[in-house]
């Protein structure tokens, strides 16, 4: 699965003056700096993404469930990942 690598380029710049750049900012609860690439996290992973708008669109006890969980993995993997 290749990564989906957002950079500023003219089409963003285009994109901003037309407002669309907004709108999708909004849409992923972003800014549009981070939009354009001056955020911590600039590549997506297309499954990763999938996986976030399943979440996102499950009742609101099952997706506090499920990020309960998942706080924990990560937690414990970062942990895992400190003392190697």
């Known amino acids: 699965m ?3 690598s957002i950079s500023y380029s003219s089409q963003v710049t285009n994109l ?15 800014s549009l ?3 354009v ?3 911590d996290l600039q590549v997506f992973d297309k499954g990763l993404l999938k ?4 979440l996102s ?5 099952d997706r506090k469930g499920i ?4 706080d924990g993995l990560l937690r414990d ?3 895992r990942v400190a003392y190697q």
């Open 37 to 39: 690439g001056n955020g």
């Open 16 to 30: 901003r003056q037309r407002g669309t750049a907004t709108k999708l900012a909004t849409a992923l609860d972003i």
């Open 67 to 70: 990020l309960f969980a998942l």
């Open 77 to 79: 993997a970062k942990a």
């Open 2 to 4: 290749r990564p989906l």
């Open 51 to 54: 996986r976030i708008e399943d």
């Open 33 to 35: 700096d981070y939009l």
């Open 57 to 61: 669109s499950l009742p609101d006890d």
